[in-house]
């Protein structure tokens, strides 16, 4: 199978992970970056994972680029910032496993994308993929000015017959008001092939109150295929070109749930990585599953590469 290019657009923020003055962890994570991680890992051969944004060129820069090359990640469209640092978030979990975040973000380098003096190039870039990928963060971070050149360039390259991929994990925190999310969601759905959403997120953005209205609303704004993500009643797939039934794939459930963070950019990647490799809706959504199974018993968004590899080895070694 030939080499497929894909370009996941996003931030990548330092991660701190435990109770404030208390004991915790360091590490990074954002969620597209995570779903770069995952792809890669779970992309077998034939993907050529890069990774799109700003860092800076201080140490953490330095060392969260270096652990991204060594998880498979093409870094040559990583653009450096002198001026910028990553961002900070702080991870809190309760007993459950549910999680609570505190972010220092509104100056990193990532917010810089679209007018950084490399960015040309980058563009250029970037009609050699295949496939481009981003989610509602990676719009909701820019200004807006950018973000519409950012609009303009997907419409550019989705008319090239680019694949697009998007991930709406709305945060609300992140836009002005509900009215301006939409507004932005909208452009992006119109130029969507594979929307992937949670119905919680549709739920608080839109008001749907069922997967069907959820799906109706999508093919309205133009998604040709869209995956609804269910937490423990699994996943929803409907091609929504045509006339198809709705596709149930359900999920195991998972004792202990340790921490949930990045659990959806997991089953993205998962997704994604069947998909690419061209396995059917079902075992791609499997394939989804499995490794958010293992990313929630685990904490902080990038779990050890031993936790996943047996579910990516199953994955390949079946069909």
């Known amino acids: 199978m030939q080499m497929r290019k894909i370009a996941l657009i996003g931030e990548c923020m330092v991660e701190l992970n435990g109770i404030p003055f208390g004991a915790m962890t360091q590490s990074y994570g954002g969620d597209v970056l995570n779903s770069a991680v995952y792809l890669a890992r779970a992309g077998g051969n034939i993907l050529d994972v890069h990774f799109v944004t700003v860092m800076g060129t ?49 100056n990193s380098a990532a917010r ?22 981003l989610s509602g963060i990676s719009l909701a ?31 609300p925190a992140l836009w002005e008001n ?39 609303r999508l093919k309205s704004m133009g ?10 009643r699994g996943c929803f797939y409907r091609d929504l070109s045509g006339c198809d039934a709705t596709q149930h794939i359900e999920t195991q459930p998972v004792t202990p749930v340790v921490d949930t963070t990045s659990a959806g950019d997991a089953f993205n990647a ?6 690419l490799n ?26 050890p590469q031993t936790a996943t590899q047996p579910v990516t080895a199953r994955f390949f070694n079946s069909n």
């Open 58 to 106: 201080d140490p953490l820069s330095e060392g969260m680029i270096s652990r991204w090359r060594q998880e498979g990640i093409n870094t040559s469209l990583v653009l450096r910032d002198n001026a910028h640092q990553p961002g900070l978030y702080l991870i809190q979990l309760d007993e459950k496993g549910e999680r609570t975040f505190l972010y220092w973000r509104n």
């Open 270 to 275: 998962g997704f994604i990585a069947g998909q």
């Open 112 to 133: 810089y994308l679209w007018r950084h003096p490399d960015y040309p190039f980058l563009r250029q870039q970037l009609q050699n993929m295949d496939v481009l990928y």
């Open 178 to 216: 509900e009215t301006q999310a939409r507004e932005w969601y909208q452009q992006m759905y119109a130029i969507t092939d594979i929307a992937l959403v949670t119905d919680d997120d549709e739920a608080r953005l839109w008001g749907d109150s069922s997967i069907e209205e959820s799906f109706n």
């Open 223 to 232: 998604v040709k295929q869209a995956i609804i993500k269910a937490g423990e």
């Open 278 to 303: 061209g396995k059917s809706i079902y075992d791609s959504a499997l394939m989804g599953h499995q490794l958010a199974r293992v990313v929630i018993q685990h904490k902080g968004a990038i779990v």
């Open 141 to 171: 971070i820019l200004p807006e000015h950018d973000r519409q050149l950012l609009l303009i360039d997907l419409k550019q390259l989705a008319a090239e017959g680019k694949l697009i991929f998007f991930d709406s994990n709305y945060r």
